[in-house]
């Protein structure tokens, strides 16, 4: 765990995490289950968040989790992860997923995923904690940020929305 709150660059904490999926993570059809990317993509993400925050953190949102082509048996697939914003004790990890045959190496890799995380940083009590805030190093870097906390703001208001609503209408 980390006392120093100074900015932190996106570049600090940025990881790339390949496995290979093999019959185990298979679904009845035969492709691979959605829910092994989805661990992948945490895992991956959760590595993000802890050296970003300098300690432990547990996933409070997956957000927009997309899948956008099957994955195949045998497949080498690989999550990009960083941090795109942080706020004072959460901040949102970025995963961006893609698939290559395991015996063809010169193939692009196929985009097959996409998500959005929000971590929160919590101290050994479980209680959340404050992060350093993310530096981007670039115009992308910029770019993901101010879409993050355009994401946020949805969250948030959506989260009150249903709040409100359940205020006005108690379950019955
Ligand atoms: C995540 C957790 C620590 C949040 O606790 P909490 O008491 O609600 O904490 P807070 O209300 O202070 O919120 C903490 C941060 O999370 C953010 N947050 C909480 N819910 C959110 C949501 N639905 N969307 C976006 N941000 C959210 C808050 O905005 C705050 O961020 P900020 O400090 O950067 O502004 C708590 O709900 C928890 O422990 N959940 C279980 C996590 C877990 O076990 N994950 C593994 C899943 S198997």
Redesign the pocket.
């Known amino acids: 765990m980390t006392d120093d709150l100074r900015g932190v660059p996106t570049s600090a904490s940025r990881i790339r995490l390949s496995r290979v999926v093999d019959a185990l993570d298979a679904n009845l059809h035969g492709n691979v289950h959605g829910g092994a990317i989805m661990r992948l993509v945490d895992e991956a993400a959760g590595v993000v968040a802890s050296r970003h925050s300098g300690g432990r953190v547990?996933?409070?949102?997956v957000d927009e989790m997309q899948f956008v082509v099957p994955v195949h048996v045998g497949d080498v697939v690989t999550c990009e992860a960083q941090v795109n914003w942080s706020?004072?004790?959460?901040c949102e990890i970025g995963v961006r997923v893609t698939a290559q045959p395991w015996d063809q190496a010169g193939e692009a890799g196929r985009h097959v995923a996409s998500a959005y995380l929000?971590f929160?940083a919590?101290d050994d009590a479980?209680h959340?904690r404050v992060v350093p805030p993310v530096m981007p190093e670039n115009d992308e870097g910029r770019r993901r940020f101010r879409e993050a906390e355009i994401r946020?703001g949805t969250?948030?208001a959506r989260?009150e929305a249903i709040l409100r609503s359940r205020e006005r209408t108690p379950a019955g």
């Open positions: 547990v996933t409070a949102v706020g004072r004790t959460s929000v929160v919590v479980g959340p946020r969250r948030l989260r």
